[in-house]
């Protein structure tokens, strides 16, 4: 597609309850982040792929949280028994390659909310 | 690890005027960018700052990067209510596993009075 798509736009759930968010990437992009951005805070890095390797999570705030991309295209973020703290605006970037090389261009975000 | 701060954080201007948004970052990064965000939407890549001394302009909008002082700035002239938004700087860094990415400040939520 044109940019990077994410679904839902908007999800409430209730707590203890599993969510899946989604990313289409832009087509080609090597490089796939996610970021979680809580009200009125910048973005926090949460995870990093290279095709469809996992090659940084640093940032997951917990082992409910779950990432992945199968087949180096798109890419789903899983929050397994979902808490308060947990309602964000989940964001997704890609980029062609390298972030220290391309630009990385971001989606337009699942906003979470938890109840 | 690379970390970014942004002041002010808040910011408060009449149309007209003039004011300046500074990013300040810890490590060596090779890249600087300018978001822009309204609300509930998504980031709006503004500027890309990639070597020392880089000057962007864009309307009334211009941002340079000094890489010694690592040091960037958003310069607003002559404000407009339209440039309401909150305003984030990033830089591209090692995250935490070893993977390049983008490290963002807390972003500055600035409000333009007519």
């Known amino acids: 597609g044109a940019g990077v798509s994410q679904s839902p736009r908007y999800k409430v759930a209730k707590r203890g309850q599993d969510v899946a968010l989604r990313c289409d990437p832009i087509s080609g992009h090597v490089s796939l982040f996610w970021y979680q951005q809580a009200l009125g805070q910048g973005p926090e890095f949460l995870t990093y792929f290279q095709n469809e390797a996992q090659l940084d999570k640093s940032g997951l705030p917990s082992d409910r949280f779950f990432a992945e991309r199968p087949e180096g295209s798109v890419s789903t973020l899983k929050i397994q028994r979902t808490q308060q703290e947990d309602s964000a605006v989940y964001l997704c970037?890609?980029?062609?390659?390298?972030?220290?090389?391309?630009?990385?261009?971001f989606g337009q975000g699942t906003r979470l909310t938890v109840v | 690890e690379l970390k970014v701060e942004q002041n002010p954080l808040f910011l408060s201007m009449q149309e007209g005027k003039n004011y300046t948004i500074y990013c300040n970052y810890s490590?060596?990064?090779?890249?600087l960018y300018w978001y822009r965000q309204d609300p509930g939407k998504s980031l709006e890549s503004l500027f890309v700052l990639l070597s020392n001394g880089a000057v962007k302009q864009e309307g009334r909008l211009m941002a340079s990067l000094d890489t010694k002082a690592r040091l960037s700035t958003l310069h607003i002239t002559a404000a407009v209510h339209d440039l309401s938004a909150t305003y984030f700087c990033?830089?591209?860094?090692?995250?935490?596993?070893?993977?390049?990415?983008?490290?963002f400040g807390k972003g500055t939520h600035l409000i333009i009075q007519p």
């Open positions: 490590t060596t990064s090779d890249r």
């Open positions: 990033a830089a591209v860094g090692y995250m935490g596993g070893g993977a390049d990415g983008l490290t």
């Open positions: 970037a890609s980029s062609l390659v390298r972030m220290v090389n391309t630009e990385a261009f």
